[in-house]
């Protein structure tokens, strides 16, 4: 929490060199499609994104799922398995 800001130091110092990357243990989506949550307001870039769904292994999901990754999802959307959050969660 520390790393994040999120909690003071009482002591010592911290410094990071580059940035931080974030990927909580308890996944969330927001409600809007699967795209969405995985560009959270970033511009598309289709080969990055392609690259982003092969490494985080959404292919087969978005094959298995009716609109891909233009499928609703988070309030009254689409329901999905804890590893489907899991790895949309890994591709924001």
């Known amino acids: 929490m520390a790393l994040l800001s999120e909690l003071p130091l009482e002591t010592g110092s911290i410094d ?3 940035s931080i990357g974030y990927v909580p243990q308890e996944p969330w989506l ?3 499609t699967v795209r969405q949550n995985i560009l959270f307001g970033k511009d598309y870039d289709a ?5 982003v769904v ?3 292994a959404l292919t087969l999901d978005f094959n298995e799922l009716e609109h891909g990754d233009f499928t609703r ?3 009254r959307g689409e329901t999905l398995s804890g ?3 899991a790895r949309i969660n890994l591709a924001r």
């Open 83 to 85: 590893g489907q959050k």
């Open 47 to 51: 080969s990055w994104y392609e690259e």
């Open 73 to 75: 999802v988070g309030d």
């Open 16 to 18: 990071v060199n580059g």
């Open 54 to 56: 092969e490494a985080c």
């Open 30 to 32: 927001f409600h809007g």
